[in-house]
């Protein structure tokens, strides 16, 4: 995913983090698309108190709408390769209109944070917001405030507002002057690789992500930045060892024991993954991919029933997901195969 005081035990939106639903055995079915999903904050770093309506929109037509759950989770699935914008016009906030690059070969789900500012007239003072896609442990806001010129964080700033209102191209001009005048400034870095990560260019954000922990070696949600890259470049056993580093510093992470797990599935550890996906949806419940890779893992390793009862749970907890169709025709084909 923030860093506006979100703990390493939630998904950080503004990664973009790659989350592979493991469709397996024929029951669902992965083809050349993807997903955007995302997470609706307020400038202070709360949920917001009223039901919101996020509208997405591709080649200039909406393609689809939903609305964010009670903690401003959203989604969009099974979406073709393409350039979209998320659009929030909520009565009382500051309109978003927030791109997202969708690549579904390098990054099969895109994570986009919005932040919901006040408009003027209403805006109250709120804690200043952290670097997209970082927790508290990669951004002090406060301590860069004293290491740093005022030049530096107001390009930083910038390129986070340059984000929000979806100006890509913008942000990373921001970030890149941010680092002409402080090559060690590692939120600017850390970002970028975001940046380079939804655009699919997997190198150079392995090569930010690396140049972060260069410079702020304790940063667990550094470790899980670079972990989530090396397993989408199919380098499993780098991967491991790289998320167990940043395990080490945030054990109670859900993000961290998910992409763990995930990376021990596909390396054929199907007992240590399901442990680890097991904690994942302990730490954090509201996390449906976690239920999906745990049902994939049964169904990976013949165990039909518990995959059933896992996809049920699914249903149960998030029934209005856009996957849950798909589930509910997993579930039946599940039903039909128990029978023969």
Known sequence: MAGDGARSSRVPSGLRLAILFFLAA????????????????????????????VTLEGRGAVVDTSYADAEGHFGFYNLLPNAYY???EAEGYQPVRQQVILNPIITPTSFVRVVLRPKPAEKARGAPAGAAGADGDLVDVADLAKKYP????????????????????AAVE??????????????AHNNLGIRYLQKGDAKAAEEEFRRVLELNGNSAQAYFNLGNVLYLTGRNEEARRTLEAGLRFA?????????????LARLGDFHSAEQELKTARELD????????ALATLYLQTGRQSEAAAVFESFLKQFPK????????????????SSTR
């Open 150 to 169: 005022a030049g530096v964080l107001k390009e930083f700033e910038a390129g986070k507002k340059a984000e929000e209102r979806g100006d890509a191209a």
């Open 321 to 336: 997901d856009p996957l849950a169709p798909k589930v509910r025709a997993a579930l039946d084909k599940l039903a039909h």
């Open 251 to 263: 054990p109670s992470s859900a993000l961290g024991r998910y992409l763990y797990g995930s990376v």
């Open 174 to 187: 921001h970030y890149q002057a941010a680092l002409r005048l402080a090559p060690d400034f590692y939120p």
């Open 86 to 88: 998320v659009v929030i």
């Open 285 to 292: 419940p509201k996390m449906p991919q976690v239920l999906l």
């Open 26 to 53: 024929g029951v669902l079915h992965a083809q050349e698309e993807g997903n955007i999903a995302g997470q609706i904050r307020l400038e202070n770093g709360q949920w917001p108190d009223q039901r919101i309506q």
